[in-house]
């Protein structure tokens, strides 16, 4: 007893179709333990299209304004102190103007500047490098600009460390835990291995925080954070008043950190 | 056969050495797990509020794929709060709000690990609650 084609093509098609629709019942019926379960974005974060930072080298004058940002910062990401320069860990930290802006300065250059420390941290570059090498994607652009770090997804091989030209990052030779002198409960810490660099303070952003570093110089307003892309912003009327200048524009990674060199009165 | 005598008393050697653990652990009954829930913080709890983020069940079984995907939820797409089946928001952290209540990780995290073997190196950077009394 053969079908012929046209009988094959109706079963075939009402087959199907019922197929589908058993498929559709039973997936219904079968309830997701977590189905009901969501995740979202805590409403009390602040949230900006790019995030950026402003420093203002003329408003730090004395070594504890240097001191009390960099402080702030390592005290509450864990970040360990471990006396020798060859293992230093730092998230951020000061250098001269030669170092931070090379092929910048000049001989002639006004003293104040050319031999003052610059707050240095990384530039949550618009295009990093340290993101296009990573091999794990352990770190990675968010979608408000930060460059972040997945210290789970890290394998320590420091191609971004290779990569970026700011030196921003810290590699762990050793176990941080005892050089932490008061371990912050909020924050992990880091393990042997693992790379790690400024993270413009996420964690606290998602709590609705502005960055320690920026909380730090709150009342001189020597470092400003916010929003590049509204035009409103803090950060914004800055740039449209001052001259600025980023680090290593050259090479193209867009830094999102711009640097106030306010000089003297003649500046 | 030649060696007949070297190999039936290597096969018996290699026998004895196999099967010892089962012989060496014979009516050694190695109690079964069963972590404590009961920490100050969760004592501190209303009756009625005194429950995980998901049922006990669920989380016993599937707690490590929870955090799992809460990982990757904070990390990697900054979302930070959990709601739960039953409609509760929890903030997701494993050092901040899993460890707040079960503050008494030798007795209920490394209880179970223990018994099954497995090493979590969560703790290799998250920060375990300071225990009291331990």
């Known amino acids: 007893m053969s079908i012929n084609r046209r009988q094959f093509l109706k079963i075939a098609g009402i087959s199907t179709i019922v197929g589908l629709g058993g498929t559709t019942t039973i997936k219904a019926l079968w309830r997701d333990e977590l189905e009901a379960s969501q995740v979202s974005p805590s409403p009390e974060a602040l949230v900006a299209k790019r995030w950026a930072m402003v420093v203002d080298v003329s408003k730090f004058k004395i070594d504890n304004d240097y001191k009390r940002v960099i402080d702030a910062c390592h005290r509450i990401h864990n970040v360990p102190d471990f006396g020798n320069p060859k293992d230093e860990v730092k998230w951020i930290w000061t250098d001269t103007f030669s170092h931070a802006f090379p092929g910048q300065e000049h001989e002639y250059m006004e003293g104040g500047i050319k031999h003052k420390p610059f707050m240095i941290l990384c530039n949550h570059c618009d295009n990093p490098p340290c993101v296009r090498v990573c091999p794990t994607k352990a770190t990675f652009k968010r979608e408000d600009g930060i460059v972040m770090m997945d210290f789970h997804r890290c394998i320590g091989c420091r191609f971004c460390m290779a990569a970026c030209p700011f030196g921003a990052r810290s590699f762990n030779w050793r176990d941080p835990r005892p050089f932490i002198k008061e371990e912050n409960k909020e924050f992990p810490t880091r393990t042997i291995g693992v790379v790690e660099k400024c993270n413009f303070c996420y964690e606290r952003l998602a709590k609705g925080l502005i960055p320690a570093c920026v909380e730090a110089c709150k009342d001189n307003k020597a470092l400003v954070f916010g929003d590049l892309k509204d035009p409103n912003s803090e950060v914004r009327k800055i740039l449209s008043s001052c001259y600025t200048i980023r680090r290593k524009s050259e090479l193209g990674t867009q830094p999102s950190v711009f640097y106030v060199i306010g000089g003297s009165n003649n500046a | ?134």
């Open chain 2, 1 to 134: 056969m030649y060696d007949t005598g070297k190999i039936i008393t290597g096969l018996i050697i290699f026998v004895i050495l196999v099967t010892f653990p089962f012989y060496n652990n014979i009516g050694k009954a190695i109690s079964k797990p069963e972590p404590k829930l009961d920490t100050p913080e969760i004592q501190k709890l209303p009756e009625k509020e005194r429950r995980c983020v998901e049922p006990k069940a669920f989380m016993r079984t599937e707690h490590m794929k929870l955090l799992n995907e809460w990982r990757d939820s904070v990390v990697r797409d900054g979302n930070r709060m959990y709601v739960s089946t039953d409609r509760k928001k929890f903030v997701m952290s494993l050092q901040n709000t899993c460890m707040n209540c079960h503050s008494n990780k030798k007795n209920f995290c490394d209880q179970c690990h223990n018994y099954v073997a497995v090493k979590p190196y969560c703790w290799d950077c998250h920060i375990a609650p300071k225990e009291k009394g331990t």
